[in-house]
């Protein structure tokens, strides 16, 4: 059997350093691949005006697997300010390069674990009805849909003139910023589809049900944004209730939610929502697992095969200037597993995700995160592992 090739898009900052360590394990375990990296990130919009080049997008167009690390992404006048000055003045416009691959490829489902790791220093605890200290187990999935809602890119500042014609068609709009002038108004859109959302709504239904989750959560808010998230819960209603009988429908307001899930988070298993409400719940529930230094994510095509597999930390562009990295790689290793489960490679998925468990249960590497240290140059100093000792570590439990 032939190896398999998987597009490697290091991205910026700390990117390059947590992708590096992941590929070190994958090989610690067996994987056997070829890596092509692809150009993608600040560096090719400053020198290009293209922070994804049409190159990348064939390349994973090709092998339709990818290994993302981090981006980053800066306000337009910002990013405009950046670009080399033979690109000055051509009228070109940042978008970020992740948003942008998610829309060409449909990568519309993005499903976001956060599982607890016994041991770990980061983990939520709580005090219990006499004062005792309860440490609950995280383990929910949360669902996004991953290139509609407020993410899809369809807005305007001082809107054309046909858009603010059919604004103005609204009676509210009307009423409430019709006397505002055209060139001091802001529009976004917020656009959800019936095809995108039943879509998402059953790979949670059906996530739930392989893996045992009594639960799905539909984390939107119906009762004010009546028409998106109302379309929502409504057909999460009509599929459960012909097709995942068994599986318990929650509906659970987004803010609600997220008070929610620091008295009872145990209580949750997969959970379901648009775009913005989605990355906030997931960030969320991230942060009672250990923080982004966990949080992996895979965010995929089921109907042409192509997934990009990546943290959902950003670039801190800060500690890629460190001489020894001292970001955490779990995240990055974990999105690694995932990537490995979505090609069928379950059981080395299964063997690294119990490396990782051990090593943190063990206590005896842990990043500067895990210590509870400020991110300096010198933790290393001070006893925290440098992301490649914590890599290391991981290698030697396989």
């Known amino acids: 059997m032939s190896k398999r090739t998987i597009v490697t898009l290091p991205g910026d900052g700390i990117g390059r350093a947590v992708l590096d360590e992941a590929l070190r394990v994958l090989d610690a375990a067996g994987f056997e691949a070829d890596y092509v990296e692809g150009d993608m990130g600040w ?21 339709k697997v990818g290994l993302f690390g981090a981006i980053t992404s800066k306000p337009k006048d910002e990013a405009a300010r950046e670009l080399s000055p033979k690109l000055q ?13 998610r829309q060409h490829f449909g990568l519309d489902i993005c ?19 006499n004062g005792e200290i309860e440490e609950p187990m995280v383990d929910v999935v949360i669902f996004r849909q991953n290139t509609e809602g407020l993410y899809s890119g369809v807005e305007w500042s001082d809107p054309p003139a046909l858009v603010y014609e059919a604004l103005m068609t609204h009676p509210k709009f009307k009423k409430n910023f019709g006397q505002s002038p055209k060139a001091e108004i802001s529009v976004s859109t917020r656009i959800f589809t019936k095809k995108a959302t039943e879509r998402i709504l059953r790979a949670a239904f059906i996530h739930a049900r392989k893996n045992g989750y009594k639960s799905v959560t539909v984390g939107e808010k119906p009762n004010v944004i009546r028409e998106t998230s109302g379309i929502m819960y409504k057909m999460a209603q009509e599929i459960q209730k012909a097709d995942f009988p068994e599986i318990q429908l929650w509906n659970t307001n987004i803010d609600a939610l997220m008070m929610w899930l620091t008295k009872n988070p145990e209580n949750y298993g997969v959970i379901v929502a648009g775009n913005m409400f989605g990355d906030i719940v997931s960030d969320g529930f991230a942060g009672l697992i250990g923080g982004l230094g966990f949080a992996c994510s895979a965010q995929y095509n089921p109907d ?28 990055m290793i974990e999105s690694s597993c995932m990537m490995l489960d979505f090609i069928g490679e379950n059981k080395m998925a299964k063997k690294i995700r119990l490396a990782v468990a051990e090593v943190i249960a ?15 140059a ?21």
Request: net charge positive; charged share 25%; hydrophobic share 35%.
């Open 43 to 63: 560096e090719f919009w400053c020198n290009e005006g293209n922070p994804l080049p049409e190159r990348t997008i064939q390349l994973l167009e090709k092998h």
């Open 111 to 129: 499903m976001r674990p956060c599982h607890s790791f016994k041991g770990n220093p980061l983990n939520f605890i709580r005090r219990g009805a």
């Open 89 to 101: 003045d051509k009228g070109l416009v940042y978008s970020s390069p992740i948003v942008n691959l």
């Open 304 to 331: 042409t095969g192509i997934g990009l597999f990546e943290p959902t930390h950003g670039s801190a562009p800060k500690y890629a200037d460190y001489d020894i990295s001292i970001v955490n790689p779990v995240a």
């Open 378 to 398: 010198d933790v290393v100093k001070h006893g925290a592992a440098s992301t490649r000792e914590m890599a290391d570590a991981i290698i030697a439990k396989l």
């Open 362 to 376: 063990e206590g005896k590497v842990r990043t500067y995160d895990m210590m509870k240290m400020r991110g300096m």
